[in-house]
């Protein structure tokens, strides 16, 4: 499961939200929520909408820093 899949799953958890819960705070779609926990692609704009209901920052790596990390 990728980090940030892991991240919004346990913040989600962390406020004892259903992935409804989450749907609702966010403004998407109870889907987008289970494809973003399952590692799914969806659109940076959904991730972001996700992550601002929960507080989190959302922090995309650039290519050269994803390929430091590989």
């Not at 958890?13 to 609702?24: G, H, K, P, V, Y």
Request: charged residues 30%.
């Amino acid at each position: 499961m990728p980090e940030i899949a892991h991240r919004i799953r346990e913040a989600r958890n962390a406020r004892r939200w259903s992935q409804n819960d989450l749907a609702e705070a966010a403004h998407v779609s109870r889907p987008s929520i289970a494809r973003i926990e399952a590692g799914d692609d969806v659109s940076t704009a959904t991730l972001s909408k996700v992550a601002d209901a929960l507080g989190l920052a959302l922090r995309l790596a650039t290519t050269e820093e994803q390929a430091e990390r590989e």
